[in-house]
């Protein structure tokens, strides 16, 4: 099972408490093969940031610093995060410049698929 680790929580954002919950939820779901060796993720969404770092079998979420380098930055705002989550395609937003990447799309769609409920 992948464990999804907070370890400021207290520090966290309304966007990091959003994408926190929901990848516990999700947890179960995707472990096995749903792994990433090392991935480094920033989402940005109206006016907050959360980083996520994903090592193996674990997935930490940080407040936003400037100082870690993301692999992949998401923009948007969080209804367009609320419509994801509902279950809305990442790519039909990003094609209709509701999300923005930066970074590997291909990491980016593995990623924005957790965010299911």
């Not at 520090?11 to 179960?28: A, H």
Request: aromatic share 8%.
């Amino acid at each position: 099972m992948i464990q999804v680790y907070a370890p400021q929580k207290e520090r966290l954002n309304l966007l990091g408490c959003f994408v926190e919950k929901i990848l516990s939820r999700n947890s179960e779901a995707y472990s096995g093969n749903h792994r990433f060796k090392e991935l480094k993720l920033l989402i940005i969404g109206s006016g907050m940031a959360v980083n996520l770092d994903f090592h193996g079998d674990r997935i930490s979420v940080y407040p936003a610093s400037h100082d870690m380098k993301a692999h992949v930055v998401i923009k948007a705002n969080l209804k367009t995060f609320l419509d994801i989550t509902l279950g809305a395609s990442p790519v039909l937003l990003f094609l209709k410049r509701k999300l923005r990447l930066k970074g590997n799309p291909i990491k980016v769609l593995r990623v924005l698929k957790w965010l299911r409920v």
